[in-house]
């Protein structure tokens, strides 16, 4: 009915425990803020050494973080950490991990079958009342709900890297996210002191739907050889107040990942082509290993 029932108008599910698929860089971001701001989390990953790697993402963004917030105070940047890091338990027990998940959010590899895979899998073991969110950042929310029956409590949470620093959060609804659902993801967002916008389910939702053709065409001004990559990174960040250019985020994303994208989305075959047309410079770095930050090597060097 259009008339709510439940007693909560607002926070309906009152999400408290929090479970993280993938504690790569944005999962462990994701359990990170999640964790700062008093929920229960779960990590999950595939092996203990994926986990230690996300355990170790988070003590170091925690000491960045504590020593802004108690500058020359040492024993209450430990206490900081100390009590955050508490708020955590890992896992390699998917099913286990799920059992008092109030809310679950995807951050595993970018692959539509593998995330399809994982979500089927939970839908059998979490509880009924359990909401299912990706971090995707270009797979359609709604093909990755198919593989459960839980359309209704099913959507989008996009996260932006660096997750401790972005404000922002995407909150994807589908054509089937149910007004509770969305309305719990939009509270989730606000207690984890992050600003949500929503959005339907498109291509890019909104940021990357802008960010993905203007790198692209940053790379066609190289390209045509316009402009060098130094002075269009300078030109955006004093001409327009972007905090990086072009090329030191595409770097920064990984151009692996762009790359991914923007074949993705040409396939798909939802947005013009003209905006996602495949560039050489890209294809070459890609198949040269050469994925940015990441790799020691993108537009520039990393050491
Ligand atoms: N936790 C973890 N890493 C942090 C951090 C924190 N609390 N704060 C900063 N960082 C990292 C940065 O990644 C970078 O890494 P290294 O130190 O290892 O080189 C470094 O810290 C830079 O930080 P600085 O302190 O020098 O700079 P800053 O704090 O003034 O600003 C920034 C850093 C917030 C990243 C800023 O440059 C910025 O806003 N850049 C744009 C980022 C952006 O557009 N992100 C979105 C990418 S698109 C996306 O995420 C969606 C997708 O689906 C692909
Ligand atoms: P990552 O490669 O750093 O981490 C992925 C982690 O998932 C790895 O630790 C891997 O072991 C783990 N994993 C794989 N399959 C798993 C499974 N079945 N169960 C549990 N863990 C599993 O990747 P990332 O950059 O953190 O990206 C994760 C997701 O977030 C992707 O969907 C990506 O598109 C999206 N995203 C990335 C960015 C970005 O800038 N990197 C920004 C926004 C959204």
Request: hydrophobic residues 40%.
């Amino acid at each position: 009915s259009a008339f709510s029932t439940s007693s909560s108008a607002y926070a309906p599910y009152n999400v408290k425990n929090i479970t993280v698929f993938g504690s790569g860089l944005m999962g462990a971001g994701i359990v990170q803020i999640a964790a700062q701001n008093a929920f229960n989390v779960t990590m999950v990953d595939l092996n203990p050494e994926a986990l230690k790697k996300g355990q170790d993402i988070i003590t170091s963004s925690l000491k960045r973080v504590a020593k802004k917030q108690f500058p020359e105070d040492a024993a209450q940047q430990k206490a900081f950490i100390d009590k955050t890091m508490a708020q955590i338990k890992t896992s390699t027990d998917s099913e286990a991990a799920s059992k008092d998940a109030d809310l679950i959010i995807e951050a595993i590899v970018e692959n539509l079958k593998t995330k399809q895979q994982l979500f089927s899998m939970l839908d059998k073991v979490a509880p009924e009342h359990t909401l299912f969110c990706s971090n995707t950042s270009s797979l359609p929310i709604g093909d990755i709900a198919k593989a459960t029956k839980r359309a209704d409590r099913f959507g989008g949470l996009h996260f932006f890297n660096p997750v401790p620093q972005m404000k922002l959060v995407e909150v994807i609804r589908t054509e089937e996210t149910s007004q509770d659902s969305f309305d719990s993801l939009m509270d989730v967002c606000t207690r984890m002191k992050k600003t949500p916008v929503s959005c339907k389910d498109t291509p890019g939702f909104i940021v990357n739907r802008l960010l993905v053709p203007y790198i692209m065409e940053s790379l066609r001004i190289v390209e045509r050889g316009e402009a060098t990559p130094q002075d269009v990174d300078v030109a955006m960040k004093l001409g327009a107040g972007f905090p990086m250019g072009p090329f030191e985020l595409a770097d920064f994303v990984g151009l692996d990942t762009m790359k991914f994208i923007v074949d993705g989305w040409r396939k798909e075959g939802k947005i013009d082509d003209n905006l996602v047309a495949p560039v050489k410079l890209l294809d070459e770095l890609v198949a040269q290993g050469n994925f940015g930050r990441k790799s020691g090597q993108g537009f520039y060097p990393y050491n």
